[in-house]
């Protein structure tokens, strides 16, 4: 079984300090979260970052300001949100990839998340697919239902997403597939052949990625997800969570993948020793 590579989501674009103290805000806090989750083990960030109110944002300035930071502590592979806001516009979301991360997220379709209805229109899926293919970006091909796994074969088709693919599969979600081993095994079947997949879990979190670990997939997992390291006890740093995961890791047998490691596994461009544009 290939290596494990684990993904940090540190603070995504709607946890406050309200909810929890520890969620990192600013850049200088972001980054320093980076640094420790990648010490225990996470390969690879999923980058939102704030505004000055705290909000999130798509202002490139700030994802550079982050970027940079995070690159002066550790050698982790930059993956960049296109749903900073959600239904920003299109330009605004796929800008991102104009910054050259090895990684940008592909909402593979609409959903009504809780009360928000969070919009990725055909010729949204489109544009994206189109515009990582011209930034030379992999796509984090970001499934919440089996629907959304088929849109993504219909982009493939088309000839709009680039082998291999790189799917996460989120479970828990309002709106979305439940957090259940039924849901998370009916969406692994309908992957198309070759895919690497890894596992976002909202609720039911430990089990979902300990079946995932088990079955080769890979996991992401930070204060974006959850907040509670486990019931009613709040995390107090996303490497909490790493640690965790590389503790089940060891003992079902599997080993965790440096960023190097990781790079080949997603067969990701290799960027991380440049300087972000």
């Known amino acids: 079984m290939e290596k494990l590579v684990i993904t940090v989501s540190p603070n995504g674009g709607l946890i406050t300090k309200e909810d929890t103290p520890y969620v990192p805000i600013t850049t200088e806090e972001i980054a320093e979260e980076v640094r420790l989750s990648c010490e225990a083990g996470a ?3 999923h980058l939102h970052v704030r505004g000055e109110d705290g909000s999130g944002t798509g202002d490139l300035n700030v994802f550079k300001e982050a970027v940079s930071k995070i ?10 949100t296109t749903a900073s806001k959600l239904n920003a516009p299109d330009e605004e979301r796929l800008s991102v990839c104009d910054l050259s991360p090895q990684l940008a997220s592909l909402n593979m379709g609409s959903l009504n998340f809780g009360e928000v209805a969070f919009m990725n229109s055909p010729d949204y899926l489109r544009a994206a697919g189109k515009k990582m293919q011209e930034c030379k970006v992999k796509p984090e091909l970001e ?3 089996l629907g ?3 849109n993504a074969k219909k982009l493939i088709a088309e000839g709009l997403i680039s082998a291999p693919y790189h799917f996460q599969l989120i479970v828990g979600a ?3 597939a439940p957090a259940t081993p039924k849901a998370l095994l009916s969406m692994i079947d309908h992957l198309p052949e070759g895919s690497t997949w890894g596992v976002i879990a909202l609720q039911n979190q430990l089990l979902m990625h ?5 079955l080769g997939g890979h996991t992401r997992v930070g204060m974006e997800e ?3 390291i486990r019931p009613g006890e709040l995390a107090k740093s996303n490497a909490d969570f790493i640690k965790r995961l590389v503790m089940i890791a060891k003992e079902l047998g599997r080993e965790v993948a440096t960023p190097e490691e990781a790079e080949e596994i997603f067969s990701l461009p290799s960027r991380r020793f440049t300087s972000v544009k």
């Open 43 to 45: 390969a690879i960030v």
């Open 71 to 80: 690159k002066e502590r550790c050698d982790i592979l930059i993956g960049l």
């Open 143 to 145: 499934v919440f239902d």
């Open 148 to 150: 959304m796994i088929e």
């Open 174 to 176: 309002p709106g979305g």
């Open 210 to 214: 300990t079946i995932a670990i088990g």
């Open 226 to 228: 959850c907040i509670e």
